[in-house]
Each structure stands twice: as structure tokens, then as C-alpha cells.
């Protein structure tokens, strides 16, 4: 990844998450804010009629996919998509460089998920529309830190809180973690946070970006116990063990129970905390992830995270297409009909 990318605005590429200031973050919150109702499908909105997205994962995903695909159908685009290195013609020895020009040449703006770090940086250099990064290996995420620093000010707020400030625990694999890369150099862009950091041996997040939160203002502390971790934290990020990226020694050895649960939160006097993690939750036994105990704790925030990631992934769209929301405004219409589950 080139080390200065300009500012996220119309016709660039999203690569990460150092292309914002606190001005072009506001922005886009804002945009976000506004679309809520085409969002939440109280209106219907064409203004992206006839732009088409390219959707290409080369990883797997189902929300990040399906948010971005959703967030451009719902104002009016269409969406081609690819998934998976066998269903496209890298399964032929296509370079990145090829396939990037070919399919920008179908497309209005790229949405890219790769499993090499840097790779969505390549596929931008040779693409002539918007690519947006949607996970590279374990480089970064940006706009799954962007959905998740716009949830942390929305919780934080009804709190009556702010995320200057704030004190964030997180918790799990931050070594592999692409997301809470792109979150902690996120919030670079905030001041007085206090990162609280617990990772199982050879997890660690990698220490240039402990460096950068710190050399930001910020209080960096590494914790080897979880229920310390958690006290007296505002926020708690809970994270995967990213298996697919580690050797099998190390999988196994993060082949446990509960990341945090109920009783640790009961133990360390936080059952309010805001809890959040980027999902997916392994759900499977031994997975060393979030219990689904904590389901029913005031601070969950897991689903308003994804709720939330539509309205930010609308608002990267119209940036990166240059859509004023005075224009969503004027191809916006109340919708006719209703999606409410009737009570059996
Ligand atoms: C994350 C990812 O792909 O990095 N998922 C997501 O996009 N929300 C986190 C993960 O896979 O653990």
C-alpha cells in the first residue's frame, strides 16, 4: 500500500482508513445518517439508476458482501458479482492486473476482498473506476472500522458519552485481526482514548500500530488476564481467532472455551458495557470467541453494528460516485408497502 493516499472523496479509491480526516469522517456520517429511512426501507431511491457495482470476493464473507450489494441495490444500482477464486478466470493464472482492467470496464465502482495484503492496492492501480477494499488478508478493513467508530459514537452518545475519551477493551486475535487494525488507526483520528488490549500468546497486535495509538495521545495497555481487561472498560471489541490465517499449532493451541461470557463480565462488574465484534461469532465449541450468553446484556451492540453497516457502506458509495444527498433527496418516494413481521 502506498504510504500517503489522498483523502476519500468522489472518484477515488478506498483503500484505508488513514484517507480520512475528522472533516471527510463527519461527512460521511452525516450521508450516513441521511439515508437511514432508504436504509431501514421506509423509502425508495433510484439515484444510482444505471450504475452498476462489481462485486468481487475472493475470501469468504456474508455480511460484508451482502451490506455492500444491498447498500448499492437500495439506491437504485445493480450489482455483478464474483466469489471465490473458482468461479473466476484467476483460477486460469489471470493476473490481478488483468483482471482489474477487464472488469472496472463493467463496472461503475469495485467492491475487492482478497486474502493477500496490499492485493486490493494493486487491483486499484489498474482498475479506471472507485475500488473499494473490502478486507486484504490481514492488512485492513476500512469500512468495517468506519461502520464500527460510527456504532461506538452512536452507543457511546446514548450514554452520554463520546469516543474522545472513551476507554475500549479488545479483546482476541489481534495479530490477524484486519479490523481491529483499521479500527485502532481509526480512532488515531479521536484523543484520550485508552485501548485496553488482551491477546493469547503469539496473537499480539503488531506492535507499529500499538506505536502509532500511542504516539496519537492514546493509553496503550496490554493485559494477559481478560476479566482485568474488561474492568472499567466503556466499549469491549471482542474478535475471532482468524484460523484460516495461522499455522495449525497455533489454531490448536487458541482451541478453547469462552473468549468472555456472562460470569466474566459478572466477575469483573460490567454486565453494562457496550459489547461489540465484527462477526462473524464462531459458534462452534472450543472456538475461544464471544458466548452467545451475553445475548440478552443491555450494551449488545453485534446487530446494530451490521444494521449500521448499511448506511455507512450507501454513504462510501455516493462519495466515492460523487451523489449529493440533495440528489437521494429529490429520486427519494415513500415506499408503498410494508416488511413487519406479523406477530403469530
Ligand atoms: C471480518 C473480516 O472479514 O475481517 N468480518 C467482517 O467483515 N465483518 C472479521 C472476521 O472474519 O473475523
Redesign the pocket.
Known amino acids: 500500500m502506498p504510504d500517503s493516499l489522498p483523502l476519500f472523496e468522489q472518484g477515488r479509491h478506498l483503500l484505508s482508513v488513514s484517507q480520512f480526516d475528522r472533516d471527510n469522517l463527519q461527512a460521511l456520517f452525516d450521508m450516513a445518517d441521511a439515508v437511514d429511512p432508504i436504509a431501514k426501507r421506509q423509502a425508495v431511491c433510484t439515484v444510482l439508476d444505471g450504475a452498476m457495482l462489481g462485486s468481487l470476493f475472493f475470501?469468504?464473507?456474508?455480511?460484508?458482501r451482502l451490506s455492500f450489494e444491498s447498500a448499492f441495490l437500495r439506491l437504485g444500482g445493480e450489482v455483478t458479482t464474483t466469489t471465490g477464486f473458482t468461479f473466476s478466470s484467476m483460477a486460469k493464472g489471470e493476473s490481478i492486473a488483468d483482471t482489474a482492467r477487464v472488469v472496472s470496464g463493467y463496472s461503475d465502482v469495485l467492491v475487492v476482498?482478497h486474502p493477500d495484503e496490499g492485493s486490493v492496492a494493486q487491483f486499484a492501480a489498474h482498475s479506471i473506476v472507485p475500488v473499494i477494499n473490502?478486507?486484504d488478508g490481514t492488512g485492513e478493513?476500512p469500512?468495517?472500522a468506519l461502520l464500527d467508530v460510527y456504532t461506538l459514537q452512536k452507543e457511546l452518545a446514548a450514554r452520554g458519552k463520546n469516543v474522545d475519551g472513551c476507554h475500549i477493551a479488545i479483546l482476541g486475535?489481534l495479530k490477524y485481526?484486519?479490523?481491529v487494525h483499521s479500527l485502532i488507526k481509526l480512532m488515531g483520528l479521536h484523543t484520550g482514548v485508552t485501548f485496553t488490549l488482551f491477546a493469547p500468546p503469539g496473537l499480539e497486535l503488531p506492535v507499529q500500530i500499538e506505536h502509532d495509538a500511542i504516539a496519537h495521545g492514546h493509553t496503550v495497555r496490554v493485559m494477559d488476564d481478560v476479566e482485568a481487561a474488561v474492568t472499567g472498560a466503556d466499549v469491549i471489541y471482542a474478535?475471532?481467532?482468524?484460523r484460516e490465517r495461522m499455522t495449525d499449532e497455533l489454531a490448536q493451541a487458541n482451541a478453547r472455551g469462552d473468549l468472555l461470557n456472562k460470569s466474566i463480565l459478572t466477575r469483573a462488574d460490567n454486565l453494562d458495557a457496550i459489547i461489540m465484534h465484527?462477526?462473524?461469532r464462531?459458534s462452534r465449541p472450543d472456538s475461544y470467541d464471544l458466548s452467545s450468553d451475553v445475548d440478552d446484556l443491555p450494551g449488545l451492540a453485534i446487530f446494530h453494528?451490521?444494521d449500521n453497516?448499511l448506511n455507512v457502506r450507501m454513504a462510501i458509495f455516493l462519495t466515492a460516485l460523487g451523489v449529493t444527498i440533495e440528489a437521494v433527496n429529490l429520486t427519494s418516494k415513500r415506499r408503498p408497502w410494508k416488511a413487519t413481521l406479523r406477530p403469530v
Open positions: 475470501e469468504p464473507s456474508t455480511r460484508t476482498r473490502a478486507g478493513h469500512s468495517q486475535d485481526g484486519r479490523t474478535t475471532r481467532v482468524q465484527p462477526l462473524p464462531d453494528q451490521t453497516g
